[in-house]
C-alpha cells in the first residue's frame, strides 16, 4: 500500500481506522506457531488470490532480509496476536518461510558483555 492510500487508513489523533479484528476477518487464532522473536522472510511466491492491503505491507517488509514478528506487528501498528493471523495466512499460501531465530550467544545471568551492552544500549536511549 503506498503512503497516500496508508494515510486514509490512519488518522494521527485516532491511530487506525480500521478496527485490528476486521484485518484479519475476525479470526484471532494463527493457523501457524509464531513466538514474537520468530524470523519471517518473503519467499517470492505470491499468493494466488489477493489477500488485501495489509498482506501486501507485510510482504513488502519480509521481503529484503529475515524479519521477526515483533518487528512486523510494531510496522503494521497492529497487535502481535492479528500480525500472527496475516503471517500464518501467508505461511498456508508459501509466501512466507519462517525460522527460529538465531542465538546471540549463550545468554546466562552472569554474562558480563551482554550485561554491559544492555546497560550502554539503556544509557544510550535516556
Known amino acids: ?17 480500521v478496527r485490528p479484528y476486521a484485518v484479519s476477518n475476525g479470526r484471532t487464532r494463527p493457523t501457524a506457531h509464531f513466538d514474537l522473536l520468530t524470523l519471517v522472510m518473503a519467499t517470492g511466491t505470491r499468493p ?15 521481503g529484503g532480509r529475515p ?19 496475516l503471517l500464518s495466512d501467508l505461511v ?20 558480563r558483555n551482554l550485561l554491559e551492552a544492555v546497560l550502554h544500549g539503556l544509557r544510550k536511549r535516556l
Do not use: F
Not at 51 to 57: A, E, M, R, S
Open 67 to 85: 524479519i521477526s514478528v515483533a518487528e512486523v506487528a510494531a510496522h503494521l501498528r497492529l497487535p502481535a496476536v492479528i500480525t500472527k493471523v
Open 48 to 62: 494466488t488470490t489477493y489477500l488485501g492491503p495489509d498482506y501486501d505491507q507485510v510482504l513488502a517488509l519480509c
Open 92 to 111: 498456508d499460501h508459501k509466501a512466507l518461510t519462517t525460522r527460529a531465530p538465531r542465538p546471540i550467544e549463550a545468554a546466562s545471568p552472569t554474562n
Open 1 to 17: 500500500m503506498s503512503e497516500a492510500q496508508d494515510g486514509a487508513w490512519l488518522d494521527d489523533e485516532a491511530g487506525r481506522l
